[in-house]
C-alpha cells in the first residue's frame, strides 16, 4: 500500500510537493494546472516505468 508520495521536478510539479495517503478512498482535488495528473503519472511510472499518457517505456527499468 502507498502511505506517502513525495514528487520533485516531474511535470507541472518543480519545487517538490509530498502527500500523505490514508487507508480507504483518497482524493486529490485543486485547480486546473496544480499537478493532480502529475501525481497520479508519476505514481504509474514508478510502478510500471511506463508513460500512462503515452504508454512509451522510458528507460528505467534494465535487465
Same mark, same amino acid.
Do not use: C, Q, W, Y
Given at each position: 500500500?502507498?502511505?506517502?508520495?513525495?514528487?520533485?521536478?516531474?511535470?507541472? %510539479?518543480?519545487?517538490?510537493?509530498? *502527500?500523505?495517503?490514508?487507508? @480507504?478512498?483518497?482524493? =486529490?482535488?485543486?485547480?486546473?494546472?496544480?499537478?493532480?495528473?502529475?501525481?497520479?503519472?508519476? %505514481?504509474?511510472?514508478?510502478?510500471? *516505468?511506463?508513460?500512462?499518457? @503515452?504508454?512509451?517505456? =522510458?528507460?528505467?527499468?534494465?535487465?
Amino acid at each position: 500500500m502507498i502511505t506517502r508520495i513525495e514528487i520533485e521536478n516531474f511535470r507541472s %510539479i518543480i519545487r517538490g510537493g509530498r *502527500a500523505v495517503i490514508t487507508e @480507504g478512498i483518497n482524493f =486529490i482535488h485543486g485547480p486546473n494546472g496544480s499537478g493532480k495528473t502529475s501525481i497520479l503519472e508519476a %505514481i504509474a511510472i514508478a510502478f510500471t *516505468a511506463l508513460s500512462g499518457l @503515452g504508454g512509451v517505456g =522510458i528507460g528505467l527499468v534494465t535487465s
